[in-house]
């Protein structure tokens, strides 16, 4: 069985430009989660979905936004670049959110912001 | 708010030790708690995960505990071998079923020595 893909793998951009990143979770998993990790602050929760509605959001400005698809497929999207974002994004599936399962992580997508 | 401490931040040890990686949380009301593997610029790879009901996993030569009253977790790998050599992340679930949201700790840097 396939993993959890993510693509592009790298990104470079210039501040101010609008960034839309793809994850395509392991096939018959409906939930996706985003996160982001920089070397001073970790990993973070960005969002979560199931079923195409976001189930949580963390602590990140409107600049970031996500969707998911009918086929489970999810992208996120960060408009108005920031130096600062420029990080590894990492999207993870799992069987669905209450199943208390193990999320597995795609090997992320990494955003250089110039 | 739920916070998770790893500790050492890094650790460098001769190849054959057996050695403990520590992780330790604010919020003993976790659904289950995670170990993932970072490869340098890589993705997560889930190595075991504990339910809150559970008190251990293990896979092969890694044994992973659970304490959640004290709100503790170790890692044990047995006769480390160079190719352990990443940084260990571990993260809880949030209490709540509705969510599959982790939270992460800043990871432990493992080295071994060949």
């Known amino acids: 069985k396939a993993g959890v893909t993510q693509t592009p793998r790298y990104l470079i951009k210039t501040r101010g430009q609008q960034v839309t990143l793809s994850c395509s979770p392991i096939?018959?998993?409906?939930?996706v989660s985003w996160y982001q990790q920089t070397p001073g602050q970790g990993l973070q929760f960005l969002f979560e979905y199931f079923s195409e509605t976001q189930r949580n959001k963390g602590n990140f400005p409107g600049r970031f936004s996500g969707r998911q698809f009918s086929n489970s497929r999810s992208e996120m999207n960060v408009s108005t670049l920031e130096l600062g974002d420029s990080a590894l994004y990492l999207c993870a599936s799992s069987l669905a959110v209450g199943s208390g399962g193990t999320q597995y992580f795609g090997p992320g997508t990494r955003l250089l912001v110039l | 708010k739920q916070e998770v401490t790893q500790i050492p931040a890094a650790l460098s040890v001769p190849e054959g030790e057996n050695l403990v990686l520590n992780c330790s949380f604010t919020d003993s009301a976790i659904y289950n708690l995670q170990w993932f593997r970072q490869d340098p610029g890589k993705g997560l790879t889930s190595l075991l995960l504990i339910q809150s009901s559970q008190r251990e996993q293990t896979s092969g030569r890694l044994n992973a505990s659970l304490d959640k009253s004290s709100g503790r977790s170790t890692l044990y790998i047995a006769a480390s071998q160079p190719g352990d050599s990443a940084t260990y992340l571990c993260?809880?679930?949030?209490?709540?079923?509705?969510?599959?949201?982790?939270?992460f700790g800043q990871g432990t840097t493992l080295q071994v020595k060949p």
């Open positions: 993260a809880v679930r949030d209490g709540s079923s509705n969510t599959g949201k982790l939270i």
């Open positions: 096939s018959g998993h409906r939930s």
